[in-house]
């Protein structure tokens, strides 16, 4: 069934101008360097030493390098859709591409959570009330901020997407000038002490790391955290003046993700030992600088945090936004989702998407660990999107391998084997808890197929996804009050 066409609050929408190469590789980079990269030294050395730890970027970097393929390829082969919720919902039938935009909109937005919690740790650095946790004060000002951002996506999202390639600009220089002061300061012979992490192990610290597999499969959760928003310029692909700026954006912006993510987090091994970087506070990145260049330092990296935080949040906004504009568009959710404004901004989505920031800020009062909580369910929520997009390009690609497509066929296989075994093996838990999340939303879709006149609602197929999604829903309900499952 074809989409319906985009309505607007105004007779006439203004014409788009679209979102330019730049544009997009800001949005793919701005939206994965948010607070993540400002917090991997302590993320990365709680989980591995620095051998375990290089090893699990490997297999990290060729998984999204992969990821990354296969979106650019799809930007290509099938131009025609837009992002990875049309990927699915062509690839598997309309539930499935529900299962998609929800997930992607549900990670997006719970990220910004994420991030707000971040913020208020970074202001903490200068402002000492907000450096005991999540504060009522704090959730009162990641509040107003969140309904600023949203204040200025509603006045148009491709004006946000300039705003957002200049602050990209401003918050790369504090990551490079750590990057480089690290090559300076790297000593080999503390990188090499223990590599492996059985010297912790051997002598039974409460930090020994385990296993080097152990290692491993403890670093998957925070290094997918990082790479969320590598979607974006897929997402955001309709809006793009030149479709193949897509493709080129995705590549070149994960590349430099890659490069950027290693160098921050593995670096530092070679000037603080594994336990000397676990005992830092978080974010790590600030508390490194400044240990090397004095006070000045740690500010300067603080600063540049808070601009990073604030593009990555207003990228995030963005895309939230566009996920649920576009599944209405494609008569998975209501058609209030599908109007515009006189800006082009989808004005319902965004206040929806903003209600749902201010309540669960308000429940991460309630965390022990509010941002790794928060950026663990992000991360959960997203793969199920990725993996429907990648799985969806290898049955692409399989359905045309006489056409020379067998290597796009291998591409998509591997990086939904990868994502599949990556969030199996660190963040089932987590994967049950977004499913609670789910279930309302499977109301908003059912009475959308309903509102369009769909002949058949949903499937005897789809019905057993959907159990299955409530199964677990509450089963995680059920873990959670028995104390399995803590937030």
């Known amino acids: ?18 979102i330019g190469l730049f544009g997009l590789i800001a949005l793919v980079i701005s939206s994965s360097i948010g607070s993540g990269v400002f917090a991997l030294s302590t993320d990365i050395s709680a989980a591995a030493a620095p051998g375990p730890a290089l090893i699990a970027w490997v297999i990290s970097g060729i998984g999204f390098m992969a990821l990354a393929t296969s979106f650019g390829r799809l930007s290509i082969l099938r131009p025609n859709l837009n992002g990875i919720v049309a990927y699915a919902k062509e690839g ?15 990670s997006i937005w719970i990220g910004n959570v994420a991030f707000g919690v971040m913020l208020a740790t970074a202001i903490g650095y200068f402002f000492p009330p907000f450096s005991d946790g999540l504060t009522i004060g704090a959730v009162a000002f990641i509040s107003v901020l969140n309904w600023i951002i949203v204040f200025v996506v509603n006045r148009g999202v491709e004006e946000a997407s300039v705003l957002n390639a200049i602050v990209m600009t401003c918050k790369l220089v504090p990551i490079f000038v750590f990057i480089v002061t690290m090559i300076l300061v790297f000593d080999f012979g503390v990188f090499t002490a223990d590599f492996w992490g059985n010297l912790a192990n051997n002598l039974g610290s409460e930090s020994a790391p385990g296993s080097v597999g152990t290692q491993i499969v ?3 959760m925070v290094m997918m955290w990082v790479f969320v928003g590598m979607e974006g310029a897929s997402v955001l692909g309709h809006r793009a003046r030149n479709k193949r700026d897509v493709s080129r954006a995705t590549m070149l912006g994960c590349t430099a993700l890659v490069v950027i993510y290693v160098a921050a987090s593995v670096l530092p091994y070679g000037y603080l030992t594994r336990e000397e970087l676990m005992a830092l506070g978080s974010p790590s990145m600030p508390y490194i600088f400044q240990h090397v260049v004095g006070p000045w ?14 593009g990555a949040w207003l990228s995030y906004t963005i895309l939230a936004s566009e996920a649920m504009n576009e599944m209405a568009q494609m008569e998975l959710l209501p058609r209030l989702f599908a109007k515009l404004n006189r800006h082009g901004a989808p004005t319902a989505c965004l206040i929806t998407t903003g209600a749902m920031i201010q309540v669960l800020s308000i429940v991460m009062l309630f965390s ?3 941002y790794q909580f928060a950026y663990s369910l992000c991360t959960a929520s997203i793969v199920i999107s990725w993996g429907l997009a990648s799985a969806y390009m290898a049955r692409y690609a399989w359905s045309h391998r006489a056409e020379g497509m067998v290597k796009d066929f291998v591409l998509g296989a591997f990086a939904t ?3 599949a075994a990556a969030i199996t093996l660190s963040g089932l838990h987590q994967l049950m ?3 609670i999340a789910y279930v309302p939303g499977i109301l908003f879709y059912v009475n959308a ?3 369009y006149g769909a002949t058949t609602i949903i499937t005897g197929r789809e019905k057993i996804i959907a159990a299955v999604i409530v199964v677990a829903a509450v089963a995680a309900i059920a873990m959670l009050a028995t104390g399995a499952i803590t937030i």
């Open 417 to 419: 084997i990868f994502l």
């Open 368 to 370: 022990e660990a509010a």
């Open 92 to 106: 598997f039938g309309p539930f499935t591409g529900f299962v998609s935009g929800w997930g992607y909109w549900l």
């Open 218 to 220: 403890n670093c998957f």
């Open 297 to 310: 330092g740690g500010a300067f990296i603080s600063g540049g945090l808070i601009i990073s935080i604030f």
């Open 433 to 435: 808890l977004c499913c």
């Open 449 to 451: 197929r309903r509102e």
């Open 1 to 18: 069934m074809d989409p319906v066409p985009t309505t607007s609050e105004t007779p006439s929408a203004p014409a788009k101008r679209g």
